[in-house]
């Protein structure tokens, strides 16, 4: 996994991260009538990024038919899977099964495969306006409602020393910069998270029963190389 660079963004506002080749559609214009702010970047990983765990691969009825076709899709699914915990696809528009006379099994079998193997939640929407209306309260939920941030995978490195122990804190699985943060004021160092019991992980708000043997887990199992 690629490493990941916090946003800063105003308070009550909700920021949307749009690839740059994204900003030709009407989702973008959309977007721009709602209460939030979308911003370009050149994104490595899928077109939409709703928070730091919250990635949106979008594609049109016609796309997906030849992303099976040319084997884009499931290149792109797995990256999405490599960077991000909620991986989302969002497919834009009718007439799917009818797409460049390929065989309705195919595309059943496609779909099947997204959920089942790689699962990944698939969402429908209509048309554009609609796929923006989803991407927001999409976003809504996880910054404002789950109090997630936003960040951008990227190869650049957190600058400051409080600020690369939140990302190597950030990297324990189901914790969020928000909980790391509370994590280091509470053991005050990174070796005592690493060497905590559970029931004093658990006095950490945020962390419950499951998540603390899957931290504990993770830092005392012997490393297995495939």
């Not at 979008?58 to 076709?69: A, E, H």
Request: hydrophobic share 35%; proline share 4%; net charge positive.
């Amino acid at each position: 996994m690629v490493s990941s660079q916090k946003i800063l963004k105003p308070d009550n506002k909700i920021v949307i991260f749009a690839d740059n080749r994204e900003f030709s559609s009407k989702v973008v214009r959309e977007l721009a009538r709602l209460d939030c702010i979308v911003k370009p970047k050149q994104l490595e990983v899928g077109d939409y990024i709703l928070s730091d765990r919250v990635c949106i691969e979008r594609k049109s009825s016609k796309d997906f038919v030849s992303s099976i076709l040319d084997q884009r899709l499931f290149n792109q699914l797995v990256n999405l899977k490599k960077n991000f915990e909620k991986p989302i696809l969002i497919i834009e528009g009718g007439k799917l099964f009818s797409e460049r006379n390929v065989h309705p099994n195919a595309v059943r079998g496609a779909l099947t495969s997204i959920a089942i193997d790689y699962s990944i939640p698939i969402l429908w929407t209509e048309n554009e306006k609609d796929t923006a209306n989803m991407l927001y309260w999409i976003a809504r939920r996880e910054q404002s409602d789950e109090e997630r941030s936003i960040v951008i995978r990227g190869e650049k490195k957190p600058p400051t020393l409080g600020e690369q122990q939140e990302f190597l804190i950030a990297g324990l699985p189901k914790i969020n910069t928000k909980i790391a943060k509370r994590l280091l004021n509470h053991f005050e160092t990174p070796e005592r998270i690493f060497t905590a019991k559970e029931d004093d992980l658990k006095k950490v708000r945020g962390i419950g029963d499951k998540l603390a043997k899957t931290i504990r887990k993770i830092l005392t199992e012997k490393y297995k190389k495939k």
